[in-house]
């Protein structure tokens, strides 16, 4: 009968309502006790940004030092007082069921007003126990929310760090890695690899395996080999938007991200050029923060002497001279 299943339903949910309150005051136990100690590994492998982050596992620790308890202590009374009547109204129920299987065709009229009483008993049981774990449950959805957001940008930040130490370019001095993801350059041969951005560039390394052994026509041992399809000083980006980063000077380039990371694209550039990047990354290393000027002090060709006259992007390292076309080192 319908009413049988749902009152089983009901008293299902009361059961898996308390086994997940449980479950959920473990996770987050795990996690604020794991959770310091990845961040700390980043920082020494050199992720120098989103300083939110150990404000906010900070926060978060001190707080569940103070609501933990209480709310494990809730959780446990809340077992106590639904578990011996979920567990009786259970057993009437499987009674019921087994009552009502064996009665001879035409004969369980008798047995409906005992399962209706189920039925209603069930679902009082089942919004008692959501009211009374309200409490509980609000305070530890916000725990869960702020939590994973914090896990979501950790594992951006070691993803970052794993990408970067297999690049085939090496970072300059000063430079430091802030997203690196998987990606599709879409111009020209429409390499897969990776994006990378960190606070002095940008740029998009291709990847290819390279045969080095067959066995006739079948491939027995390969390699991945990196190559750099492109790059540019990150002052020179304009903009990023819809997998296109559009460069001041020149077209842009086309680049498809994964629909579960590619958001992170443009939160990340809007978080460096806002500047808070460069006070993060201040703060973290102990240095004062400095303020990119995008028209510095006149620069001046060693060869021939002609002023530089364009703008100077933030990342670039070296100019073109417009005069005699050789190459200006600014470090």
């Known amino acids: 009968m319908s009413e049988i299943r749902s009152a089983r339903e009901d008293v299902s949910n009361v059961s898996r309502m308390l086994l997940d309150l449980e479950g959920e005051l473990g996770e987050i136990e795990s996690a604020l006790a794991t959770l310091p100690s990845t961040l700390e590994g980043l920082r020494h492998r050199g992720y120098v940004f989103l300083r939110y982050l150990d404000r906010s596992l900070d926060s978060l620790s001190s707080n569940w030092r103070d609501v933990g308890p209480p709310m494990r202590e809730a959780a446990r009374s809340l077992k106590d007082s639904f578990e011996s009547d979920v567990e009786s109204l259970q057993a009437e129920i499987d009674r019921a069921e087994s009552e009502l299987e064996r009665s001879p065709a035409g004969a369980t009229s008798r047995y409906e007003q005992v399962v209706e009483s189920l039925s209603s008993r069930a679902e009082t049981l089942d919004s008692r126990a959501r009211q009374d774990a309200e409490h509980v449950t609000s305070s530890l959805k916000r725990f869960k929310e702020a939590l994973s957001s914090i896990q979501s940008d950790i594992s951006i930040a070691e993803k970052t760090l794993q990408l970067t130490s297999q690049a085939s370019f090496r970072l300059r001095e000063g430079e430091n890695p802030l997203l690196a993801l998987r990606a599709k350059?879409?111009?020209?041969?429409?390499?897969?690899?990776?994006?990378?951005?960190?606070?002095?560039?940008?740029?998009?390394?291709?990847?290819?395996?390279?045969?080095?052994?067959?066995?006739?026509?079948?491939?027995?041992?390969?390699?991945?080999?990196?190559?750099?399809?492109?790059?540019?000083?990150?002052?020179?980006?304009?903009?990023?938007?819809?997998?296109?980063?559009?460069?001041?000077?020149?077209?842009?380039?086309?680049?498809?991200?994964?629909p579960e990371t590619g958001w992170a694209t443009l939160r990340f550039f809007n978080y460096l050029s806002g500047g808070d990047?460069?006070?993060?990354?201040?703060?973290?290393?102990?240095?004062?923060?400095?303020?990119?000027?995008?028209?510095?002090?006149?620069?001046?060709?060693?060869?021939?002497?002609?002023?530089?006259?364009?703008?100077?992007?933030?990342?670039?390292?070296?100019?073109?001279?417009?005069?005699?076309?050789?190459?200006?080192?600014?470090?």
């Open 185 to 258: 350059y879409l111009l020209g041969e429409k390499n897969e690899g990776v994006f990378f951005l960190t606070d002095q560039r940008f740029s998009f390394e291709g990847e290819r395996d390279v045969v080095l052994e067959k066995l006739w026509i079948l491939p027995t041992k390969k390699r991945k080999e990196r190559f750099m399809v492109a790059e540019a000083p990150i002052g020179s980006i304009a903009e990023i938007a819809k997998g296109r980063v559009g460069l001041l000077e020149w077209t842009g380039i086309y680049v498809r991200f994964k």
């Open 277 to 331: 990047a460069d006070l993060d990354k201040a703060e973290l290393q102990g240095t004062a923060a400095e303020r990119w000027i995008s028209t510095p002090t006149v620069v001046r060709c060693a060869y021939c002497g002609a002023p530089y006259s364009r703008e100077i992007y933030r990342g670039q390292t070296s100019l073109r001279c417009e005069y005699c076309g050789s190459s200006i080192s600014i470090g």
